[in-house]
């Protein structure tokens, strides 16, 4: 098997993809790499709860989500995100595979704290295997940000932890987690590099808050699982380089 990447998208960086997102992915496939795409959708999840007039609450960065909250996250993350990035993908000759009712095979999961958080999922376990099949055959999966209770209860799942599970169940050689900021700032000023052992002082400062805590607690995690390397960023190649130091 070739060597594989798991590029993560949030919702936003989702909307400002450009040529060079698409040519370096074709850069990436030449050079014989396999690609893995998880990704969120929290823009177009708030919109929709905005229109029904739902609140959105956020608790440590993560969304508090009911269970009837689950219908409209779901139709935002499958049927508008994933959709939409999977055209994109397709119109550009990356053959590529949204999951949609594999999912439930896919990404085992249980609740993270369901008096906080609602329908709020970690991730249990991946199954590979229907992952590693779709890369044997030259396209590019797609997993949106959710998974099934051992119960079979659909969870809101935080991107950056699914990709995070997927990156280190399927051994990757890196993790890109594509966002809307040029990476980890301090100061006003980007940093090149982390390590995990600097993790805990950088949020300790304030540094490091709100929703790239998460970010960057999957990075450390993904870094002790044995992936190499973790790249959080608004580019594909440029950001904080997240190692072990």
Not at 30 to 39: M, N, P, T
Not at 40 to 46: E, K, L, Q, R, S
Not at 98 to 114: E, G, N, P, Y
Not at 192 to 199: A, D, K, N
């Amino acid at each position: 098997m070739s060597e594989i990447i798991v590029i993560k998208i949030g919702g936003v960086a989702s909307q400002q993809l450009d040529s060079s997102f698409i040519e370096q992915l074709k850069a990436w496939k030449a050079a014989g790499k396999a690609l893995v795409i998880v990704h969120g959708g929290g823009f177009a999840i708030n919109r929709l709860m905005e229109e029904k007039q739902v609140p959105i609450k956020k608790v440590k960065g993560l969304r508090v989500t009911s269970r009837e909250d689950m219908t409209l996250v779901s139709h935002a993350l499958l049927d508008i995100v994933g959709k939409d990035l999977s055209d994109r993908l397709t119109q550009a000759g990356l053959e590529n595979l949204q999951l949609k009712s594999q999912l439930r095979q896919l990404v085992r999961a249980d609740f993270l704290d369901k008096a906080t958080y609602g329908y709020v999922g970690e991730v249990t376990g991946i199954c590979t295997a229907p992952l590693l099949e779709l890369l044997q055959e030259n396209k590019i999966p797609f997993l949106a940000s959710l998974g099934y209770s051992q119960k079979g209860d659909l969870l809101n799942i935080n991107a950056d932890y699914l990709a995070t599970a997927a990156a280190a169940a399927l051994a990757a050689e890196k993790l890109i987690l594509l966002t809307d900021v040029k990476g980890v700032l301090e100061n006003g000023r980007v940093l090149p590099e982390l390590t995990i052992g600097q993790i805990p002082e950088k949020i300790a400062k304030g540094v490091i808050t709100g929703g790239m805590i998460p970010k960057i607690e999957s990075a450390a995690k993904t870094v002790q699982a044995g992936v190499a390397q973790v790249l959080i960023g608004d580019d594909l190649t440029k950001g904080t380089l997240i190692h072990k130091g």
